[in-house]
């Protein structure tokens, strides 16, 4: 049985996205460019709260990179942090859609 479609809870989907953005935090691998496309893939699906705590554990550890180089990854690395981060600062400035279809049980799917 193959099928392009999941479901998963709101809740699920958090934790799975928290988690990866805070692994790969620091990491100097494919995973920290991969991070900030799946945060903006699933970000309809998030509080602004969440968004926001995105927001802020990033800029969190922007600061201590910029007192201690390299805590971030390489600095392609810390690019890409930058631009995420500030793509959720515009994200949360404007009104936001759900992308995604979410059904009365509180679970989204996605294709």
Not at 20 to 33: D, H, N, V
């Amino acid at each position: 049985m193959s099928s392009d479609k999941i479901e998963i809870s709101k809740s699920d989907l958090w934790t799975l996205v928290l988690s990866t953005l805070r692994y790969s935090m620091g990491r100097r691998s494919y995973i920290t460019a991969l991070t900030p496309e799946i945060v903006k893939r699933y970000s309809g699906a998030f509080t602004e709260d969440q968004l926001r705590q995105i927001m802020m554990e990033i800029e969190d550890g922007l600061r201590i990179e910029a007192g201690s180089s390299g805590y971030m990854g390489m600095m392609c690395d810390v690019s890409n942090w930058s631009s995420l981060a500030k793509w959720c600062r515009e994200e949360l400035s404007r009104e936001r859609g759900v992308s995604g279809k979410e059904s009365s049980s509180g679970y989204i799917f996605f294709e």
